[in-house]
């Protein structure tokens, strides 16, 4: 196991490699840069402008984002009886993409605002201003959160002016100087905008400053009626309560020009001519969205967050024995879990956009606790692709059963969210402007794409029929999963990093080392006998193991969960019991199994010898002796109470009859030699014996009062005279059938 340790040290050196240089410099998308235009006097305000500058495919939202993005926000510092006013922005551009209309600057622009200076300053003085200010840069594939500590200064009474203001000026909206009014019938608003006949516009579009109040992606009609513009929006399925006033800015051509304006409710005629070339694109019609919806979900089954999680789950129907009423069943369970967590997703993301949240689809990864938690999944299920642990999970969950096919497909739909990518934003993004049924179907189309391949396995028995059959290669392709999977950590990190910076994502990095520090550490008997045994069902070498130890500490148990663990991974597996009693007879065995193409475990539980036994001669044959020696679909566990299968009379060594004195002795010992693997189970502690029964009760329902169940668990250990694992069942089986709960 230790060869794979390298994936996971080169995985976390490629997270360190990643965030070191960008935690030193902090590179922003969008250039950011405060400046003020120029001297003022006491009591008097001066302009201020910030400067913000798009790399090239990237783009900034206006005050009023639309359906995804976030405006800039501003954490003044600002000495005693100076104030800044409201922030003043350009003329903003109208992006349509995959049916989500946003309100951005896809160019150099500048957002002014009015700073009011003290009256009890001086001329000379200089006054500091500083600013926290924050905003979100996008693409149209992904949106990272920005920020930046400005500052500039004003001298009083002195200096010049900077002429860039004048340009960054004329690209505000003009203030309209007429009443505009508007009327509200049903599900659209129509506005009348007095405008000369005169003025020439080319695709004019309206862009309100409150939220909620018109459907930013719907049509917007234009028409003309002698110098009034009448102007016909459509309201959002979950509207807010019929505005007082609407207010905005109505952008006129392509060139940036437009005019802020207010309207209050009154009469707007109807009729008039249309403008040309003046409605927004309308969207594909639903039967073309639910197959974009179905696409995408298909494609995400190819991506590094689900593909690892696809392909063993589907590898896992390939076992032998599988019957074609289980493998529906688990096809069935799995799409059921994917389904819901989809739905869940875009329920609750339809219910924040209700809410008034500006949010999309994957909105979760804009909470660093969500990215934090992904992060550590990410990384746990590397560590356990690249066979560094085994991942446990409750019983309710465990591999080839229903519940953990539902769990399964519950956890590949959650971690497929940073994943998602253009290829369904067309149908998530309509989802948003569509009735709540109509988009809840969307959702649930993409939910069926996902386990959709899965699905078609189970259903379809040539399709499973045509899986190759577990072998030596699925460990190796185990081990290959962990890189995609790797990568989808190193992506999160990065996400941490935009995010909360390098707070955040050293303390994320030092989580996840202390997780797989944990996760390795614990159960190291059970891991190593699973491992082992892993191997051996591939057809890889492996070692007999010698489980040896305490009385009632879980020996046995452990071998048979192994056993049922791998066979749940797909492999044909079998395991027959010896008995001491029959250890003479065990080359007849041999010869009978050494036939056979399936993998057999021989089981011999509490093996020992009495002082005149020799039957430890014909198990010695067994393991790695004899001519013929062990064949190799067979391997060989046993348990036993001592580390060395010798006799506990030590007469031999007594009366010194052999040649060389502890020559008996030794040849017993050279029996326990045989097993490559020693695995020793220590005596529990009353602490872990009280921990064992409190976890039965919690798995099983059984409620009892904690200084009450310590009481009876004591009293019933003390009866007995030991504490082990064995007597914790006993007694819980005593517990539960008292409180009338079946096992």
């Not at 495919?57 to 993005?69: I, K, Q, S, T, V």
């Not at 800044?84 to 109208?94: I, K, M, N, S, T």
């Not at 028995?461 to 190193?490: K, Q, S, Y």
Request: net charge neutral.
């Amino acid at each position: 196991m230790h060869r794979y340790r390298w994936i996971v040290a080169v995985l976390l050196q490629l997270v360190t490699w990643m965030v070191t240089p960008l935690a030193v410099a902090a590179p922003t998308h969008i250039a950011a840069t405060l400046v003020a235009e120029g001297p003022a006097l006491p009591g008097q305000a001066v302009m201020l402008a910030f400067t913000m500058k798009p790399d090239a495919g990237w783009h900034g939202y206006w005050r009023n984002p639309g359906d995804a993005g976030l405006g800039m926000t501003l954490n003044w510092s600002l000495p005693y009886g100076t104030s800044a006013g409201e922030p003043l922005y350009p003329v903003p551009q109208a992006l349509l993409y995959s049916g989500l209309m946003n309100h951005v600057f896809e160019h150099d622009y500048a957002v002014l605002v009015p700073l009011q200076l003290s009256r009890d300053a001086s001329v000379g003085q200089i006054v500091p201003i500083r600013v926290h200010a924050q905003w979100l840069a996008c693409t149209e594939q992904i949106c990272v959160p920005e920020e930046a500590d400005l500052a500039t200064e004003v001298t009083l009474g002195s200096g010049a002016n900077d002429p860039r203001f004048d340009a960054w000026r004329a690209a505000l909206p003009a203030p309209l100087g007429a009443k505009a009014s508007f009327a509200i019938a049903g599900k659209t608003i129509r506005l009348g905008i007095p405008l000369p006949a005169t003025l020439t516009l080319y695709r004019p579009h309206l862009f309100p400053d409150a939220d909620h109040v018109i459907a930013y992606a719907a049509p917007q009609e234009f028409r003309r009626k002698g110098n009034l513009l009448i102007v016909t929006l459509q309201r959002p399925e979950m509207a807010a309560a019929d505005p007082r006033a609407i207010s905005g800015v109505l952008r006129l051509n392509g060139a940036g020009d437009g005019i802020a304006f207010t309207a209050e409710p009154g009469a707007v005629p109807t009729g008039g001519d249309p403008l040309a070339d003046a409605t927004a694109p309308s969207l594909p019609p639903l039967p073309l969205l639910l197959l974009l919806a179905l696409a995408g979900g298909l494609l995400l089954n190819v991506m590094p967050c689900v593909f690892p999680i696809l392909s063993l789950k589907a590898l896992s129907l390939a076992r032998g024995g599988e019957s074609p009423a289980d493998a529906r069943n688990e096809g069935l369970a799995y799409s059921a879990g994917v389904v819901i967590a989809c739905a869940a997703l875009g329920g609750a993301l339809l219910a924040l956009r209700a809410a008034g949240q500006q949010v999309g689809w994957a909105f979760q990864l804009q909470e660093p606790g969500v990215v934090v938690a992904l992060f550590l999944l990410a990384i746990a299920i590397t560590a356990n692709l690249a066979g560094l642990f085994e991942m446990s999970v409750p019983g309710f969950a465990q591999t080839g059963s229903k519940q953990g096919a539902f769990a399964t497909g519950l956890l590949a739909a959650f971690v497929a969210t940073p994943c998602t990518g253009p290829f369904m934003a067309a149908a998530m993004g309509a989802a948003l402007l569509l009735p709540v049924a109509q988009a809840m179907a969307l959702f649930i189309a993409l939910g069926l794409g996902i386990a959709l391949p899965f699905l078609a396995i189970a259903l379809i028995p040539a399709l499973r029929n045509r899986l190759p059959r577990p072998g030596a290669w699925m460990v190796r392709f185990r081990h290959a999963m962990a890189v995609p999977m790797g990568l989808t950590a190193a992506a999160l990190a990065w996400l941490c990093w935009r995010l909360g910076g390098w707070p955040l994502t050293g303390g994320s990095v030092l989580l996840a080392l202390l997780l797989i520090g944990l996760l390795i550490g614990v159960n190291r008997s059970r891991d190593t006998l699973l491992e082992n045994t892993r191997h051996f069902a591939a057809g890889l070498p492996a070692n007999n193991a010698l489980l040896w130890g305490a009385r009632g500490m879980g020996k046995s148990s452990l071998v048979k969960a192994v056993h049922a663990a791998v066979r749940a991974e797909g492999f044909d597996l079998k395991i027959v019991e010896l008995s001491r009693e029959d250890l003479p007879s065990v080359q007849r065995l041999l010869a009978h199994l050494r036939r056979s193409q399936a993998r057999f475990i021989l089981f011999c539980d509490d093996l020992s010898f009495s002082h005149d036994d020799q039957h430890y001669k014909s198990l010695k044959a067994v393991l790695d002796g004899g001519i013929e020696g062990r064949p190799d679909n067979v391997l060989l566990y046993a348990t036993s109470n001592r580390r060395h299968l010798m006799p506990r009379d030590m007469i031999e060594n007594e009366r010194s009859t052999a040649i060389t004195p502890g020559e008996a002795v030794e040849e017993k010992v050279s029996l326990s030699d045989r097993f490559g693997l020693w695995l020793g189970f220590h005596p529990c502690s009353q602490d872990e014996y009280l921990e064992m029964i409190a976890g039965y009760c919690a798995a099983h329902g059984v409620q009892v009062a904690p200084e009450v169940l310590r009481a009876e668990a004591i009293e019933w250990q003390a009866t007995r005279g030991s504490r082990s694992g064995r007597v914790a069942w006993q007694f819980f089986c005593d517990l539960a059938a008292r409180h009338g709960v079946a096992l």
